[in-house]
């Protein structure tokens, strides 16, 4: 899909010009159960990514956790998933015995998971490229494609700072944690992180995974999102 380029935008910001906007979708958390155990649960996003008018993306994301189980695969939208089970389908009634399931109408309940704001910023083209040959390429080439550093900031509502680099390269982008800091009182319990973003027929999907000191990177969250 073309990605069209607002004339009062920054040029500084090209690289993000796809990612700009409201998105809103669903996905899944991997939260820790009582007994340490992963719990998924299904979420619901939104992402605003706008200009900051100094060179900056400024960026909010709220993530929702429902009283959900997670979608199956992850990042399929659950309300979209079948509603009926086989035991509910073979009874064909309720409780009440008026053949209506009260449960299957019923909107999950959520509560606010997590609240994030920060910055991004363009740093430059990656080192060893050749921009010459890029910009004589067939616009749309892959040939045509560069690589760009990327360095973002994060304040959480969970207690964390963290300090992120890496690169886009077209509409994909992969972000790794540089330094986290905690407030005193922080629920967060993880050192490192990594963030994974693609534009797919026109959907953002992201994924966000994180490592704690005894741990590997594990997903956290997952989505698919929608312009909104």
Request: no cysteine; glycine share 16%.
């Given at each position: 899909m073309p990605i069209t380029l607002d004339t009062d935008l920054d040029p500084a910001l090209y690289p993000l010009a796809w990612l700009l906007g409201t998105w809103r979708g669903t996905g899944a958390v991997q939260l820790a159960g009582e007994q340490g155990e992963s719990d998924g649960r299904a979420i619901e996003q939104e992402l605003v990514a706008e200009d900051?008018?100094?060179?900056?993306?400024?960026?909010?994301?709220?993530?929702?956790?429902?009283?959900?189980?997670?979608?199956?695969?992850?990042?399929t939208a659950f309300a979209n998933a079948p509603a009926d089970d086989d035991d509910d389908?073979?009874?064909?009634?309720?409780?009440?015995?008026?053949?209506?399931?009260?449960?299957d109408d019923a909107e999950p309940q959520r509560r606010l998971l997590v609240a994030e704001s920060g910055f991004w910023r363009v740093v430059g083209p990656v080192l060893g490229q050749d921009l010459e040959a890029a910009a004589a390429a067939k616009p749309g080439s892959p040939e045509a494609v560069v690589s760009y550093e990327l360095e973002a900031t994060f304040a959480s509502s969970q207690g964390t700072v963290e300090v992120c680099v890496g690169e886009v390269r077209g509409p994909r982008i992969q972000l790794a944690t540089d330094t986290v800091g905690r407030s005193d009182g922080s629920s967060a319990a993880y050192s490192s992180s990594t963030r994974l973003f693609g534009l797919?027929?026109?959907?953002?999907?992201?994924l966000l995974e994180r490592a704690t000191e005894t741990s590997e990177m594990t997903p956290y969250l997952s989505l698919e999102l929608d312009r909104a």
């Open positions: 900051a008018g100094d060179g900056a993306m400024a960026w909010t994301m709220r993530t929702w956790v429902l009283d959900a189980p997670a979608p199956v695969p992850p990042t389908a073979a009874e064909g009634t309720d409780a009440s015995g008026d053949g209506t399931d009260a449960a797919v027929g026109g959907r953002l999907m992201w």
